[in-house]
């Protein structure tokens, strides 16, 4: 997906610019959505700002509720959201506001020394009764064991100590 950013005039922050089949699909996707922050009575506050801009890191694409009457005044906090948040305004429809602001990639740190965590696994345990059925078993491997062949959960063997002479050389 490509899309521009601008920078606006008055304030300096970015504005994303979306062409019509971008705000488009964005419309779409925000269809199922409920709004996740309602603007009251007091309006436009620092922390209703703060908790807009936590939401747009976290979802990307918002909805905002917004209490007031006034068309006008909706439409002032919808531009004057798109402009602070550096968000791309895609719809204003009613009290609804939809804002939409690429999602950060975190960078995930590999850790080597981590060992393998806990499994699920569904085993068939057969009955020793003639025409019974075979019953479903989940069972829950963690990481220092294994599941033998007959569906049994036993400790892993370990790891052969090395000494302190041939860990030095390798």
Do not use: C
């Amino acid at each position: 997906m490509v899309w521009t950013i601008q920078s606006t005039d008055n304030s300096g922050m970015p504005q994303i610019q979306l062409t019509p089949a971008q705000r488009k699909d964005h419309r779409a996707e925000a269809h199922h959505l409920d709004p996740v922050v309602m603007v009251g009575g007091d309006g436009l506050t620092d922390n209703v700002k703060k908790e807009i801009d936590s939401a747009l890191n976290s979802h990307g694409l918002i909805k905002v509720r917004i209490f007031s009457d006034d068309r006008a005044a909706r439409e002032a906090m919808f531009q004057l959201l798109a402009d602070e948040l550096s968000a791309a305004p895609i719809q204003h429809i009613g009290k609804l506001l939809v804002l939409w602001r690429p999602k950060v990639i975190k960078e995930k740190t590999v850790d080597e020394d981590r060992m393998a965590g806990p499994r699920d696994f569904k085993v068939l345990k057969y009955s020793k009764r003639a025409g019974q059925r075979p019953e479903v078993k989940t069972l829950r491997v963690l990481g220092n064991q294994r599941l033998t062949a007959g569906g049994n959960v036993k400790r892993a063997k370990p790891k052969p100590q090395v000494s302190v002479k041939k860990r030095s050389q390798t």
